[in-house]
């Protein structure tokens, strides 16, 4: 069973992709979708056998690399965290395969589309299931290579190659400090395997190298650059700026990248990796800064933009920040359970503004929809119900999760704790407002659509329909079903799957905070929700008015633009590593050294020889009987020399040397 859960989305990818032409578009989808709904099948019997009955499950497979030391073998580790992520991958992965059928039916290269998803797929279970550093980076490297196949789909655009170009070198940026991690642990540690090193991390984990003088923690160090690379995948500020651009793919990718798979990738890792953070409070303290910073831009930046898919592209930023803080604050199982009910909440998000986007021909700005609530009701219901999880709307999925997060924040008695609580408490505000301010201007607001595009809307069908439904239905119960079992106060539910120090476990703390904190976030909510009305629906001209104004113009452009973020990476470092690129590395050091040093300089230089050593071919003989007489003079000289003659040399003999070899040109 733990075999096929890996192997059937390969063997499915594997067929669509090669034999597509044979299949048919139809017959690859139906496999690859029957396939993956296999696996989600497996993964649930694996999640009751794993994570309830308490059976963890290792499969040994077969050796890899073996080096002397070093040893890396194929193996899996199905323990209470990787059976989550199994069900919460493999589920939401089937229900994009089905969604996808109807969304891409009328494109010609379905199959290879479907043999994508079900790759992308196959390396997110290859990640989360290993247990040794080297085959997680097997699976985090899959995962880029697939999301830069998926972005990058319809390749005749220009803004999706650039979008997917970008994607895969900001992962690339991440993914050394992710390899420079696992050469720091295997320096420390001697092994790979996730079992020795978690072992002997409280042994070794303070021990301290000196590097320019300054002296360092071997576990600092490697923590911090693991989580570099949890900063790639996850998209934190930083290292964040391929994300929104991500949206150039089809929406069915966007729903798997955002809500499933990659960008869940480093949150994964920081749970994976707790036995090392929990001895390292430097790395929690950067993880926490970092998490509330990407919460805070991503939701400011959200707030000002006019794109449906780039709002919810940072949410999803911003949400990935709060798991970040949840495990900088050493809540590991809270961070999981709130990427879980993300994920539900987020697909949900995505998949229904696909079909509003496809329901009015690809559109895709806000401001040119409005209406809609009448002509596409089934789409407005599942992005109500998704727009109130994300919100944390009592009841709902996202409120277990998000607000228990702010309540850890604030019941953390350190400057990090109130900083962290005071950025997220903001970001409630904003997410609110980004987030009503979508369902006013695509749904209630007065229609602004081109008549061509609102004369042909239309509902979706039911193969995009049914996974909108059950993804609703996830998104209103799962978190109320799984809230005691996931951070219960008590309970064992996460076994050694997930390690805490005693003293960093502040759930106990957040159940007496005061009434006013728990409160909060729903007030927050409600401000958020009244702002964007205004806004958008009871006083646009009074918005307008607002937004004539300098200071607030400067700060919409200040957060329209992204923090200028881009703009500083373009002018001062890829612009002068372009000039670099080309005025050093390309003229100078390849078409100017190497090549005058290199085959083709010296074949040249050997050409120009030639072309000069033919202009002594004069056809006169006393030309030739001079160049022989010279000749001969040198081998007698040399000759005399090398036999300890030389310093018996008549002088007269070495002049007619010299005189000769100085006017042989002449001639």
């Given at each position: 069973m733990?075999?096929?859960i890996?192997?059937l989305?390969?063997?499915?990818s594997?067929t669509?992709?090669?034999g597509g032409r044979?299949?048919?578009a ?5 496999i690859?979708?029957?396939?993956v709904a296999?696996?989600?099948?497996l993964s649930?019997?694996a999640f009751y056998e ?14 890899w690399?073996?080096?002397e030391?070093f040893q890396?073998?194929w193996?899996f580790?199905f323990d209470t ?6 069900v ?5 992965s089937?229900l994009?395969?089905l ?8 494109d010609?290269?379905?199959?290879r589309?479907m043999?994508?998803?079900?790759i ?5 279970i290859?990640l ?13 490297e899959g995962?880029g290579?697939?999301?830069?196949l ?5 390749f005749t655009?220009v803004?999706?190659?650039k979008?997917?170009i970008k994607?895969?070198?900001m992962n690339r940026?991440g993914?050394?400090?992710l390899?420079?991690?696992t050469f720091a642990?295997y320096?420390?540690?001697q092994?790979v ?7 002997c991390?409280p042994?070794?984990q303070h021990e ?5 003088g300054v002296?360092?923690?071997?576990g600092?160090?490697?923590c911090?650059l693991?989580?570099?690379?949890a900063?790639?995948?996850?998209a ?7 994300l ?7 929406t069915?990718v966007?729903a798997l990248?955002?809500?499933a798979t990659?960008?869940t ?8 990796l707790?036995?090392l953070?929990?001895?390292s409070p430097?790395?929690l303290?950067?993880v926490t800064?970092?998490g509330a910073?990407t919460?805070?831009?991503a ?7 006019h794109?449906?898919?780039?709002v ?7 949400q990935?920040?709060y798991?970040m ?8 199982a809270?961070?999981?359970?709130h ?24 559109e895709q700005d806000?401001?040119?929809?409005g209406g809609l609530?009448?002509l596409?009701?089934?789409?407005y219901?599942?992005?109500?119900i998704g ?5 944390g ?7 277990y999760?998000?607000?228990v ?9 350190t400057s990090?704790g109130?900083?962290a609580?005071?950025?997220?408490s903001?970001v ?6 980004y987030?009503?301010r ?9 229609p602004r659509?081109p ?7 239309h509902e979706s ?10 993804l609703a239905?996830?998104s209103?119960?799962?978190g109320?079903?799984?809230?005691d079992?996931f951070i219960?106060?008590?309970?064992d ?5 997930i390690?805490t120090?005693?003293?960093?476990d502040?759930?106990?703390e ?10 909060l976030?729903?007030?927050?909510t409600v401000f958020g929700?009244?702002?964007s009305y205004?806004?958008?629906?009871a006083?646009?001209e009074w918005n307008?008015?607002?937004?004539l104004k ?8 200040f957060?329209n633009r992204r923090?200028?973020v881009d703009?500083?990476?373009n002018a ?11 005025r050093?590395?390309f ?5 100017g050294?190497?090549?005058i040093l ?6 040249q230089a050997s050409v120009?020889?030639a072309q000069?050593l033919r202009s002594?071919?004069?056809g ?11 000749g001969?003079t040198?081998?007698?000289a040399?000759a005399a020399?090398?036999?300890g003659y030389?310093?018996n040399l008549?002088p007269?003999?070495?002049?007619v040397?010299l005189?000769s070899?100085?006017l042989?040109?002449?001639?």
């Open positions: 733990y075999l096929l890996i192997s989305p390969l063997l499915g594997v669509a992709g090669f044979y299949l048919g139809r017959g690859a989808a139906v690859t979708t029957c396939s296999l696996t989600a099948f649930i019997l794993v994570a309830i009955s308490g059976s963890p499950c290792s499969v040994a497979l077969s050796p690399f073996v080096s030391m890396a073998k193996g580790y965290l990787t059976v989550i992520m199994l919460v991958i493999t589920f939401v089937s994009v395969h969604y996808s059928i109807g969304y891409m039916s009328a010609p290269h379905l199959p589309f043999s994508y998803l079900s992308f797929t196959f390396f997110m290859m989360v299931t290993a247990d040794n550093f080297v085959q997680l980076f097997f699976g985090w995962v290579l697939a999301s830069y998926l972005i990058n789909f319809w655009r803004a999706a190659n979008a997917s994607a895969m070198v940026v993914d050394v400090g390899a420079l991690g642990i320096l420390q540690y092994s395997d996730f079992a020795t090193v978690f072992a991390a042994h070794v301290v190298f000196m590097m320019w002296p360092l923690s071997w600092d160090l490697a911090i693991l989580f570099i690379g900063m790639g995948k996850s934190q500020m930083g290292l964040h700026t391929w929104p651009d991500a949206m150039e793919g089809p069915p966007s990248i955002h809500a990659m960008v990738a480093g949150v994964f890792l920081l749970a994976r707790s036995p953070y929990e001895a430097t790395a303290a950067v800064v970092i910073m919460c805070i831009f939701a400011t930046t959200g707030a000002f933009q794109d449906m898919k780039r919810i592209a940072y949410s999803t930023a911003s990935l920040g798991m803080v949840a495990c900088g604050m050493s809540q590991y809270l961070g999981v359970f990427l879980a009910n993300h994920a539900f909440f987020k697909a949900l998000l995505f998949l229904s503004a696909g079909s509003v986007i496809h329901a009015l021909s690809d806000m401001r040119r929809m609530v009448r596409l009701p089934m789409s219901a599942m992005t109500m727009t109130l999880a994300l919100v709307w009592p009841f709902l999925t996202g409120f999760s998000k607000d997060i702010l309540e850890i924040t604030g019941g953390q008695y990090m109130n900083f609580w005071i950025i997220t903001i409630v505000f904003l997410t609110s407002y987030s009503f979508l369902i006013f201007l695509v749904f209630l607001a007065p659509a008549r061509v595009h609102m004369k042909h809307v069908p039911l193969p995009m329909a049914l996974p909108l439904i059950i239905i996830g209103i119960f799962v109320y079903v799984s809230r079992m219960g106060l008590g309970t539910f996460w076994g050694n799957a390690y120090m005693p003293y960093h502040h759930m106990v957040a159940e007496y905070l005061p009434q006013w904190i728990r409160l976030p729903f007030i927050l929700l009244v702002l205004i806004v958008c629906i006083a646009p307008a008015s607002v937004l300098s200071t607030t113009r400067k700060i919409m452009r957060c923090w200028f703009v500083v990476y001062y470092i890829g612009r002068p590593a372009m000039e670099w690129g080309y050093t590395s003229r100078a050091i390849d078409r050294i190497l090549e290199g085959p083709q300089g010296l074949s120009s020889l000069r002594l071919q004069s006169y003989m006393y030309h030739y009987a001079l160049v022989m007489l010279f001969v040198v081998l007698i040399l020399v090398s036999q030389g310093m008549d007269r003999l070495v002049g040397i005189v070899g100085l042989s040109p002449v001639f």
